[in-house]
C-alpha cells in the first residue's frame, strides 16, 4: 500500500500570507505521527518563478539540507520557470527542458510530470515528456506485472466547470487518453492548477485535484468572487492499495 500527501499550487511569492500558509501546511505534515511515503507537490510552487521564490520553497519543504522527513516529488506549473526551478529548488543545472521525475515508492511508483508551457497558462506534455514516460513505465521493474503506478502533473485534462481552470487546461487529451488505454499499470492521475479538490475520472482511470495552498476556487454557484483567500490550507492524502485502488481523503488546515 502507498501512502501520499498531496498539496499544490502554493504560489509563494515572497508575502508573510504566502509564506504563512504554506508553512501551516508544512508543519502539520511533518508532524504526522505516521509519515507517509511521498509527498507531492503538483505545481505553481513559486508565483513568479523568480530564484528567490524557489530558495524559500526549498528551505520550507526541506529540499535544500534534506530535513524532510519524508521524500518530497515536484513537478513544474504554469507560474513555474523550469531554469531557476532546476537551480534553486533542487540544486541542478539550468535546463529548460522539461522537468520530469520518476520515483519507485513501497507499493507504487509515481511518475512526476511537466505539463508547462513556457509562455503559457494552458500545459501540454510535450514529445519528450510523452517519451520518457512510455520509457520510464518499460524501465520500472514490474510495472507490466502489477506495479500500479501514478502519473502526477499540474494541469487537469478535464472540464472541472468553472470558466478560469477550463480556460488553462491540459491541451490534447485525447493522446493522453491513448497512452492510459495502451497502459494498464497507470492506476490514476494527480493534478493541481485549479485551486479546488476535485474528483473525477478520466479515460476510465480515477483523477484526482488537489487542493490549492493559497486560495481556494469559488464555484459559480458559491459566488461572483473567484478567489476565496479566506479559505483554510487545503491538502489531500492519496491511498493506492494493493489491488491498484487509488482512494482520496481531504483535509483542511486551519
Not at 34 to 56: F, Q
Not at 129 to 157: C, K, N, Q, R
Not at 194 to 217: D, I, S
Given at each position: 500500500?502507498l501512502?501520499?500527501?498531496?498539496i499544490?499550487d502554493l504560489h509563494?511569492d515572497?508575502?508573510?500570507?504566502?509564506t504563512?500558509?504554506?508553512?501551516r501546511?508544512?508543519?502539520r505534515?511533518?508532524?504526522?505521527?505516521?509519515?507517509?511515503?511521498a509527498?507531492?507537490?503538483?505545481?505553481?510552487?513559486?508565483?513568479?518563478?523568480?530564484e528567490?521564490?524557489?530558495?524559500?520553497a526549498a528551505d520550507?519543504?526541506g529540499?535544500?539540507?534534506?530535513?524532510?522527513?519524508?521524500?518530497v516529488?515536484?513537478c513544474p506549473?504554469?507560474?513555474?520557470?523550469?531554469?531557476?526551478y532546476?537551480?534553486?529548488?533542487?540544486g541542478r543545472a539550468a535546463?529548460?527542458?522539461?522537468?520530469n521525475?520518476?520515483h519507485v515508492l513501497?507499493?507504487?511508483?509515481v511518475l512526476?510530470?511537466?505539463?508547462s508551457v513556457?509562455?503559457r497558462d494552458d500545459?501540454?506534455?510535450d514529445?519528450?515528456t510523452?517519451?520518457w514516460?512510455?520509457?520510464?513505465?518499460?524501465?520500472?521493474d514490474?510495472?507490466e506485472d502489477?506495479?500500479?503506478?501514478?502519473l502526477?502533473?499540474h494541469h487537469p485534462p478535464?472540464?472541472l466547470h468553472?470558466?478560469?481552470?477550463?480556460?488553462?487546461?491540459l491541451?490534447?487529451?485525447?493522446r493522453l487518453?491513448?497512452l492510459l488505454?495502451?497502459?494498464?499499470a497507470?492506476?490514476?492521475?494527480i493534478?493541481?492548477?485549479?485551486?479546488t479538490?476535485a474528483?473525477?475520472?478520466f479515460?476510465?482511470?480515477?483523477?484526482v485535484?488537489?487542493?490549492?495552498?493559497t486560495w481556494?476556487?469559488?464555484?459559480?454557484?458559491?459566488?461572483?468572487q473567484i478567489?476565496?483567500r479566506?479559505a483554510p490550507?487545503g491538502?489531500a492524502f492519496?491511498?493506492?492499495d494493493?489491488?491498484g485502488?487509488?482512494?482520496s481523503h481531504f483535509r483542511?488546515?486551519?
Amino acid at each position: 500500500m502507498l501512502v501520499l500527501a498531496h498539496i499544490s499550487d502554493l504560489h509563494l511569492d515572497g508575502t508573510a500570507r504566502a509564506t504563512e500558509r504554506a508553512r501551516r501546511v508544512r508543519d502539520r505534515l511533518w508532524e504526522l505521527p505516521r509519515r507517509p511515503d511521498a509527498l507531492l507537490v503538483t505545481g505553481d510552487i513559486a508565483d513568479h518563478g523568480t530564484e528567490a521564490e524557489y530558495e524559500e520553497a526549498a528551505d520550507l519543504l526541506g529540499l535544500r539540507d534534506g530535513s524532510a522527513p519524508f521524500p518530497v516529488l515536484t513537478c513544474p506549473g504554469n507560474h513555474d520557470s523550469r531554469a531557476p526551478y532546476r537551480t534553486a529548488l533542487l540544486g541542478r543545472a539550468a535546463a529548460d527542458g522539461p522537468v520530469n521525475s520518476a520515483h519507485v515508492l513501497p507499493g507504487g511508483a509515481v511518475l512526476m510530470c511537466d505539463s508547462s508551457v513556457p509562455g503559457r497558462d494552458d500545459g501540454e506534455l510535450d514529445e519528450e515528456t510523452y517519451a520518457w514516460i512510455e520509457s520510464a513505465l518499460d524501465g520500472l521493474d514490474g510495472s507490466e506485472d502489477g506495479l500500479p503506478v501514478l502519473l502526477a502533473f499540474h494541469h487537469p485534462p478535464v472540464p472541472l466547470h468553472h470558466p478560469l481552470p477550463d480556460s488553462y487546461p491540459l491541451r490534447d487529451p485525447d493522446r493522453l487518453a491513448a497512452l492510459l488505454e495502451r497502459r494498464p499499470a497507470i492506476a490514476g492521475l494527480i493534478t493541481g492548477h485549479a485551486h479546488t479538490p476535485a474528483a473525477t475520472t478520466f479515460a476510465g482511470r480515477p483523477l484526482v485535484v488537489g487542493p490549492g495552498v493559497t486560495w481556494t476556487l469559488r464555484l459559480p454557484w458559491e459566488g461572483e468572487q473567484i478567489a476565496d483567500r479566506d479559505a483554510p490550507v487545503g491538502l489531500a492524502f492519496h491511498v493506492l492499495d494493493d489491488d491498484g485502488r487509488l482512494t482520496s481523503h481531504f483535509r483542511a488546515v486551519t
